[in-house]
């Protein structure tokens, strides 16, 4: 690689003009550890005009990305859009083409279109780097490519929205309900403003656990539907009853190998509140791996925000300016096997169910009676009376059952009159 | 880097042993990843005949392994004796001028002669690398080096030493005192039989703080006179009572910039039971960095054994089969600073004082207005009676104060009859 490096930046939001920012400021620095002088040489984003919290070049900007390639010549671009498709997989792929090294922090176009475009980067012998993709700062991707490379991991899982662990964390802190906090945490900048769902309903969390699956198992990003929670079901009430049981609401990732297949999911866990995850609060993100011979591995840190991103795009950069090209998965993609899904029903687990009924008698009996039916062993039931309302709540803790034996059991329950809601179910996480 | 890599071991105890069945084990899966083939064409180790628990192959076996180069051609060269100077230094020398790869877990020799040997490297245009020499299977010297690589980190600790943490750990749990749970950590393997001093003096952790901070700031070893305590004065009634106050001996090496002043000591902590760190326990590792932009990362993981610290050495393997050379520190030996250390008299802390007196009237005013003369505020005293042999124990928290001021407050109770031991002290992690 020369040393003078030209870099493009595509996407001038929070995170695009952040970095802008820093890469101005650390040139210095990263001239010292590399060698090499970069230069922004070409930015781009929707509106030349809007106000910016760092002032921007005006003459390197570029209102469509795509004319950069023709008037500059670009090493390294840096894509901060953030689309699965559209132009932020248009400005990728051409770039690879152009054999134009890429970093990128967008999870949504790696964990959609992330085979065929590393396949790509291979082919055209450039990196494709996506470190800030995945839980912020951590730099977990480079710690099991590298760091860990050798091991035989099982398991890889955790926290890995800080959205809806700050919202989670809040409620048990404020005792304020789902709708007050996420107004909270939108005013904070840690939910966005316009539409949260994506991080609320367990989307974004999910990206990212199709794309440490495929880097820790080398295998190719899996398609398979999964089982996929976000936190928007989890009331304040099941908070306090969870931390009358010494446990707490964390919505985690999880993916591993179960007799050769895959399984990957994200839903709400309840944890006890003496593990180490579950007392990962706020807008922390934690990765937990289990390897041979490694063992456990925790890496925690912020998990997301301008900062912390920025600090693995620059990374990446460290990377590509240091070295020589790596593949994108750390393996080739011929190399890269593809895996039978698990089967989701088989997926067991210790249940957590919150009835709300009518108070009259035989409704008690006519849970466990159905329970017993489904061989759903019982080990706690706690019931609240609401007298006044003529209601009450019943939780009941279970025995390990699989999902579908759970989703027939509790069918039923849609249609009783006596049952005032259909049961509220958050997992136990073993 | 050719396609057929010629390996030679130097050291064949529990680690070397582990690491040349890992290696002939793991072939196939570092060609995948690498594209190299890999053989281990020469090992050395003082005993040919001793029982090991993998078997070796005679036919390469070397006595002297300076012989090594003569005969063969050698690309990368482990070093897993382990000692600070000697055959370690000499082998590790003689490797790198002759442009061989180096990997070692060694951290005596690395906090000892890392700059000269990095320098070495350097200048010879080939790798040392040593992520094993720091906590076991945690891949933190690639982090800060990679992973966080632009951040400016001012700030670094951790529990960094497994078999302290396992005794301090063990001791709360089981009642027991330290010699009894040392030969039961020396039983399991945690501690070593022989000589475990450099563990318990808080040596080997000292060794690892060295190389951190030369990582973390950028700069040379320090060679500066530290505070280096180990565990060796941790008595079990302290563990008690630290335990009723909320709060657990952990012994933490700490390593941070104060006013452009590079601090750096090892000593045992009360650090609160809630704390992240305060929960690291049994032969666990974890490492803190404080950086910015970043925020705060955590690492933790196994801090020892053969099987961390060998997925240590095979990611410094990958490192070296898939890319060019890189600098041992990040960072050119000529860029990186010298720094002058933070004067140790001005290290301020609380204070845990436990006194045995005799239980006589006027002691406890005698230790409090000493302290109230060097102005060290006293937050809480718990005393204790034994009646029975006239005597009561003392426990004071101090509010914070100098060393240097702690010390002239306490030099008085060498030598006063009322006061049956001098004190013992501990710092509150703050």
Partial sequence: MKNNINIAIVGLGQIGIYLYNELNKKKKGIEAKTGKKIKIVAISAKNKNKKRKFKIDKKIFYLNPLTIFKSKKIDILFESIGQSDGISKKIVETALRNKINVITPNKAL??????????????????????????????ILRTIKEGLATNKINKIYGILNGTTNYILTEMEKTNENFDKVLKKAQLLGYAEPGNPKLDLNGFDAFAKIRILSALSFNTKISKSKCIMEGIQNIKLEDIKIASQLGLRVKLLGISKIIDGHLFETVHPCLVSKNTYIGNV????????TEGKPVGESVLQGEGAGPGPTSSSLLSDLLSILRGNVKLPFGISFSKRKTIKPFNNDNYV?????????????????????????????VKRIIQTPDKKNKKATIVIITHKTTEINAKNCLSIFKKNKNILKFPTLIRLYS
């Fill in 349 to 377: 687990n210790s249940l957590y169910l919150r009835f709300e009924v009518k108070d009259k008698q035989g409704v008690l009996s006519l849970i466990t009676n159905r329970l017993a039916k489904y061989k759903i062993s």
């Fill in 110 to 139: 790696i964990a959609k279109h992330g085979d065929y475009l590393a396949n790509l980067a291979e082919k055209n012998n450039v990196n494709l780097e996506f470190e800030a993709s995945v839980a912020g700062g951590i730099p």
């Fill in 281 to 288: 609060n706020g807008v922390m993100n934690a990765v937990i």
